[in-house]
């Protein structure tokens, strides 16, 4: 679930739910978008993006634990030698106006409603206030925020590229130039080591040998508008155009642009707003795409002809229900366009729909030769309403047989296995998936034979002898990379931890081995030499192929996964790392990541600007609340159940300081998004147990916002949060709401919140300590408190 800042903020589109990963990996998966991988993930999730090394290093915030402690000391021993001023002028105060709200027959008072009204005079002067305020409750660190920059750029390697990836007869990769802040999208032949067929395609198109084209210059469009942001972009499959949507000024109302690669130039048409998604048709000139309404939810696919004006472009299916999107994507072997299902080879003869809709099910659908393979989670008993929680599975059929189940196969994950998501290849089927808890991906031989003389209706993906990829750690995350190439035997991957820089790994299905292509370097900030790391051991390493070993800094920096009894008696992970030189037990700082939302797991990948806090003695720990994480999981922590998200995260905090690992009053927590809802909860519950918070673009007035569904997206979230247009509903979300719940006599820690004026989602841009009561929220209505 999820969607995508502010001039010269070069957003290029996946998620700012997620901490900066690796450069390398953030190229790769920008690189993934020019097909349709990750078709299987939901349009309208919240947004990813891509910043470059400047940018990004502009926005870090990170200072000394000696300020992670607000003006009400509870008490706490403080650190040694430390001290810090606060502004001459007292926290700005907002002007409260009477207004009362009623819902299920209870009235309260909001005082700030009125900041709804964002473009409101007074509005914007206590935003201004609020922002000077921040800064000089900051000014006695821009020293220490200087040189945490310092650090951080010296760790970033001089060049930033990814490693060329075949797709038909082009090598495809990205790489930001010296000196600029955005990528460039290039290709180049790979004729002259490809065989004389390859470079009779080269030829025909009319492109020279391994000659470099550039396709998307993110820069120049920046140059040209003074802010970028490219959302979908697509690669006809003649490989002869390229569809991409921009934003150029920061709406998030995204405009389809199609470039002859040809010749370089912009088709001319009329301007479309509002496109999401995009699906080339197999004849390379047929382009579907998704546009969105005014609360910007996709609802109707358009079908567009490369060379028209726009004018005409042919409606195919529109979704009238508001708790809906539509997206559009197609199969990997590019035969069919799944919004419904449409022949790609015919693309105007209609739909043909897969399966009924269900609250809750989702169907992915791929295709290879003559049968569907499709993941979903609909109910395989009689019973559709038995369980609450559905886990996914494969269904395998002829094309013809869709709608026969009688004559449908059914693939299920054995007991310590569940799955999450799929690709496909001309020999090759691969699964995303969890075993024993851990993400990893298998994969497995196509096509699938039958296990006995008559057609089995139900396997086990044991069953199907699946080849596990090697990993070197179970502290890995395992990220798809692009992988265009139906026809290809080989699976690229960015392999990441807490502990390891970005490997991109490339596994050989056929052979079952894998072999390293690149692995992120990491300098230190002091010497500007590569830090010291050795080599990871892996199972089955009969399977490795080079000389290259992956590479960690686990004797420096020591990572560990725990299991946190939660208030109900359930375990939740707990991943701690620090420096096994600078962390001492019981005194040092902490910071607690949380999310817990949208079934998104937490993001535990390498980033290397982390170093400077642990090097610092610092102890960071991520949280992985129910919420997000796999469909129980998921389920657990949402509606209804929404409060074990924060109970978990408080369990995880308490565990931190009765361990020894954090210093106790010397915690400190941060959430996006649906984090900061997290952890502005958790603040509100305990307010002892963190001494401050970063909050950014956080959801905080939970209740009002979902009770407008006017407000972009909040029918959608209905399904995550609740309604709270049904009473009991409307009471869970109350209880934890963090605008509705700040404690009036209680000492809370600071918090500096963060957040977009002009982001369609977060209405308001503010920098906000939180020293001292009144304590002031900030949300995507921009009320406060």
Not at 94 to 101: D, G, S
Not at 199 to 221: T, V
Request: charged share 20%.
């Amino acid at each position: 679930m999820a969607a995508n800042c502010i001039a010269k903020k070069p957003v290029v589109c996946l998620s700012f739910l997620y901490q900066k990963k690796g450069l390398n990996y953030q190229l790769s998966t920008l690189l993934s978008s020019l097909s349709d991988f990750g078709r299987h993930t939901m349009a309208m999730a919240r947004p990813f993006l891509l910043t470059s090394r400047v940018s990004t290093l502009r926005r870090v915030q990170i200072v000394h634990s000696f300020l992670f402690s607000s003006v009400c000391r509870r008490g706490q021993p403080s650190p040694p030698s430390t001290s810090f001023s606060l502004p001459s002028e007292s926290p700005p105060a907002a002007t409260k106006v009477p207004f009362a709200a009623s819902a299920h027959g209870r009235t309260w008072q909001d005082p700030y409603h009125w900041m709804r009204k964002t473009a409101d005079p007074d509005f914007i002067d206590h935003l201004r206030r609020e922002n000077t305020y921040a800064a000089g409750f900051m000014v006695d660190t821009e020293q220490l925020q200087r040189t945490l920059v310092r650090e951080m750029r010296s760790r970033l390697p001089a060049k930033v590229s990814t490693p060329p990836e075949r797709w038909g007869p082009w090598l495809y990769y990205q790489y930001i130039p010296e000196g600029k802040e955005y990528p460039v999208l290039c290709r180049r032949s790979e004729a002259s080591d490809s065989g004389f067929v390859n470079k009779l395609l080269c030829f025909a198109s009319g492109h020279s040998e391994r000659k470099e084209q550039i396709l998307l210059d993110w820069n120049e469009i920046a140059e040209q508008y003074g802010y970028v942001h490219v959302g979908a972009c697509r690669v006809s499959p003649d490989h002869n155009f390229i569809a991409y949507t921009v934003d150029v000024n920061g709406s998030e109302q995204f405009l389809l642009r199609i470039k002859d690669l040809g010749d370089g130039s912009i088709v001319q048409r009329s301007e479309v707003e509002g496109v999401v998604s995009l699906a080339w048709a197999r004849d390379g000139r047929t382009l579907f795409y998704t546009v969105s309404d005014e609360n910007q939810r996709p609802y109707r696919v358009l079908c567009t002809e490369v060379g028209s004006d726009g004018t005409n472009d042919m409606p195919v299916y529109t979704e009238n229900d508001s708790s809906f999107c539509v997206d559009i994507t197609s199969t990997k072997d590019g035969k069919f366009i799944t919004v419904y299902v449409i022949d790609a080879a015919y693309p105007l003869d209609g739909l043909d729909r897969i399966c009924k809709r269900m609250p809750g099910v989702q169907v992915f659908v791929e295709h290879h030769y003559d049968s569907f393979y499709i993941l979903t989670n609909a109910p395989l008993s009689e019973n559709k309403e038995s369980s609450s929680v559905r886990s996914y599975y494969l269904i395998t059929c002829k094309v013809e047989h869709i709608h026969l189940p009688d004559l449908q196969r059914i693939i299920v994950p054995s007991e310590d296995v569940s799955f999450h998501d799929m690709d496909i290849f001309n020999q090759h089927l691969v699964l995303s998936v969890s075993k024993n808890s851990l993400p990893t991906m298998c994969s497995i031989k196509l096509p699938i034979q039958d296990q006995s003389s008559s057609l089995q209706k139900r396997l086990d993906v044991e069953d199907l002898n699946p080849w596990y990829f090697p990993v070197p750690t179970d502290l890995c995350s395992i990220a798809p990379g692009s992988n265009h190439d139906f026809m290809s035997s080989v699976y690229r991957v960015v392999l990441s931890s807490p502990v390891m820089p970005d490997v991109i790994v490339d596994y050989n299905m056929s052979e079952q081995t894998f072999s390293i292509v690149h692995q992120e370097e990491i300098k230190s900030a002091d010497t500007h030499e590569h830090l010291v790391s050795e080599c990871s051991e892996v199972k089955n390493d009969k399977n490795f192929i080079g000389v290259e070993r992956w590479e960690d800094f686990s004797s420096k920096y020591y990572c560990e996964r725990k299991q946190v009894i939660s208030h109900d008696g359930i375990k939740v992970p707990l991943t701690i790392m620090y420096s096994r030189n600078a962390w001492k037990k019981g005194e040092s700082p902490g910071l607690l990541h949380g999310y817990g939302a949208y079934g998104e797991a937490m993001d535990t990948s390498w980033c290397s600007d982390r170093l400077s806090l642990l090097d610092r003695g610092w102890v960071m720990a991520f949280a992985d609340v129910r919420g997000g994480g796999d469909s129980s999981w998921h389920e657990s922590g949402t509606g209804l159940t929404k409060p074990n998200s924060i109970h978990d995260f408080l369990s995880c905090a308490s565990f931190l300081i009765d361990k020894g690992y954090v210093h106790n009053g010397q915690l400190g927590a941060t959430g996006t998004s649906a984090g900061g809802l997290l952890v502005g909860a958790a603040i509100n519950m305990k307010t002892d147990l963190f001494c401050a918070a970063i909050l950014k673009v956080p959801f905080l007035d939970v209740c009002n916002s979902l009770m407008d569904p006017s407000l972009s997206l909040t029918i959608l979230d209905y399904e995550e949060f609740g309604n709270p247009h049904i009473e009991k509903q409307f009471e869970c979300i109350r209880s934890y709401s963090p605008y509705d719940n700040i404690p009036r006599a209680a000492c809370l820690p600071s918090v500096l919140v963060t957040a977009s004026y002009n982001d369609s989602r977060q209405t308001a841009l503010i920098t906000l300590p939180f020293s001292s009561l009144p304590v002031c929220w900030m949300n995507t209505n921009a009320n406060m408190v």
